[in-house]
């Protein structure tokens, strides 16, 4: 498969506890991109990395929320000190180019907060 | 703030039929949309794009129109299939980062 790859599918957590999710984008995309989406919305863009650079975050992306892609290929999505509130499917796209390009989705995370 | 909308949360058709699923748009910056299918439990699927320098782009049972003038998108889906059943969302993509809709389900009646 050389799509967009998540780990894990399904995470299920108590209220406080840290996890951490990885995206492993197609390997020739320079673009990788985190969203978060809610039961009957649209997913929700976090923040995304230009090969290693993390250029943007939003504004939903607390400070309980870290990203990194040290080495411009896969992504880790960390969660700290999980609420109720952060039960959501967490998304991973990612694209070739900059700018107005296509992004391919990933199957996500699906995270329960207890 | 701008946001892109969809008209029709909700759409049955009968199997066999045409589906168009609408979308209006309020990004005036944006040049480049996307119709995405989520099925449940599933991430987004590409299905078809667009650019604003076209008005229409046909792929295989599926057509995407583009109106400038009023801010429009639609999606076509010929000859409706059970496996059509989803959710499907307009995305605009005005500088980097995908803008979705809230979605519009349809359901494929047999």
């Known amino acids: 498969d050389t799509g967009v790859s998540q780990d894990p599918r399904h995470k299920i957590t108590k209220r406080g506890q840290n996890v951490t999710f990885r995206c492993d984008p197609i390997s020739e995309h320079n673009r990788l991109y985190w969203y978060r989406q809610t039961l009957g919305q649209g997913p929700e863009f976090l923040t995304y990395?230009?090969?290693?650079?993390?250029?943007?975050k939003s504004r939903l992306l607390s400070d309980r929320f870290s990203a990194e892609r040290p080495k411009g290929s896969f992504s880790t999505l960390e969660i700290q000190r999980t609420e109720q509130g952060d039960s959501a499917m967490y998304l991973c796209?990612?694209?070739?180019?900059?700018?107005?390009?296509?992004?391919?989705f990933g199957p996500g995370t699906r995270l329960t907060v207890l | 703030g701008e946001s892109v909308g969809l008209h029709l949360p909700t759409l049955s058709v009968q199997e066999g039929d045409n589906s168009i699923i609408n979308c209006a748009y309020s990004n005036s910056a944006s040049d480049y949309f996307i119709w995405y299918k989520q099925e449940s439990g599933k991430g987004p699927q590409f299905i078809i794009d667009?650019?604003?320098?076209?008005d229409k782009r046909q792929g295989q049972r599926v057509t995407v129109l583009l109106n400038k003038t009023v801010k429009h998108l639609s999606l076509q889906i010929a000859a409706t299939q059970p496996g059509d059943s989803a959710v499907y969302f307009c995305a605009e993509i005005p500088y980097d980062k995908v803008i979705f809709g809230p979605g519009t389900s349809l359901s494929v009646i047999p």
């Open positions: 796209a990612s694209s070739l180019l900059a700018g107005a390009d296509t992004q391919y």
């Open positions: 990395f230009q090969n290693e650079a993390q250029l943007e």
């Open positions: 667009i650019r604003s320098n076209m």
